[in-house]
């Protein structure tokens, strides 16, 4: 099946640094990911619509400039953690669709951020 | 605004017995729904995604069903087994080319041996 990797599975970083997260697609196109973020023992919840070639689409109360958002080709979008800080701990997970058939989403393995 | 939500949170039953996880949603305009496993601290499996048009999917022990005008789908787990035990994550995608999925809670299934 389709497989979603990201890079890194884990990182810890200092409050005001910048963390930046890949997401591939494996053996797919994805003009479409989506970047997801889940508090411990809570659902996920959409960061934001990565477009490759475009800009990114954040949903409401996501901070663009916080969360950069880059689709730079067919199989890879990042999404970049700028000046960190300790609320923005938590797992983030992407996911791209298939453009064809029933467009089933797969999703990576996330990615756990640590800021101290 | 779609909103899904899972019912129970948590689950916990003994090894073997057959079980039902229900999600509903508030917006039929759906165009599919799909039922994910996600192991602690881990990713999303996609386990079975049904088709606005359908009625149910199986995939082995697992059959899920849909009823989208009553904005409704249960997950069955036949034969329970303790690999099972994971947190059980239904989601629906928007009508049209979005691709957005908007996730429930969660249901954490616990089979116990």
């Known amino acids: 099946g389709a497989v979603v990797s990201q890079h890194p599975s884990w990182v810890i970083c200092k409050s005001g640094t910048s963390v930046k997260i890949e997401c591939r697609s494996l053996d797919f196109q994805a003009t479409t990911m989506f970047w997801y973020r889940q508090f411990p023992k809570q659902s996920l919840m959409l960061m934001a619509t990565s477009n490759e070639g475009s800009k990114a689409t954040y949903e409401q109360g996501v901070e663009k400039d916080k969360f950069l958002i880059n689709h730079a080709s067919l199989t890879l979008s990042t999404l970049t953690v700028t000046s960190a800080h300790p609320e923005d701990s938590s797992f983030y997970i992407c996911?791209?669709?298939?453009?064809?058939?029933?467009?089933?989403?797969?999703f990576g393995p996330g990615t756990r951020l640590t800021v101290t | 605004k779609q909103e899904v939500t899972q019912i129970p949170a948590a689950l916990s039953v003994p090894e073997g017995e057959n079980l039902v996880l229900n999600c509903s949603f508030t917006?039929?305009?759906?165009?599919?729904l799909q039922w994910f496993r996600q192991d602690p601290g881990k990713g999303l499996t996609s386990l079975l995604l049904?088709?606005?048009?359908?009625r149910e999917q199986t995939s082995g022990r697992l059959n899920a069903s849909l009823d989208k005008s009553s904005g409704r789908s249960t997950l069955y787990i036949a034969a329970s087994q303790p690999g099972d035990s994971a947190t059980y994550l239904c989601?629906?995608?928007?009508?049209?080319?979005?691709?957005?999925?908007?996730f429930g809670q969660g249901t954490t299934l616990q089979v116990k041996p």
């Open positions: 989601a629906v995608r928007k009508s049209g080319n979005t691709g957005k999925l908007i």
């Open positions: 049904i088709q606005s048009s359908q």
């Open positions: 917006d039929s305009a759906i165009y599919n």
């Open positions: 996911s791209a669709p298939r453009a064809s058939g029933t467009h089933e989403q797969y």
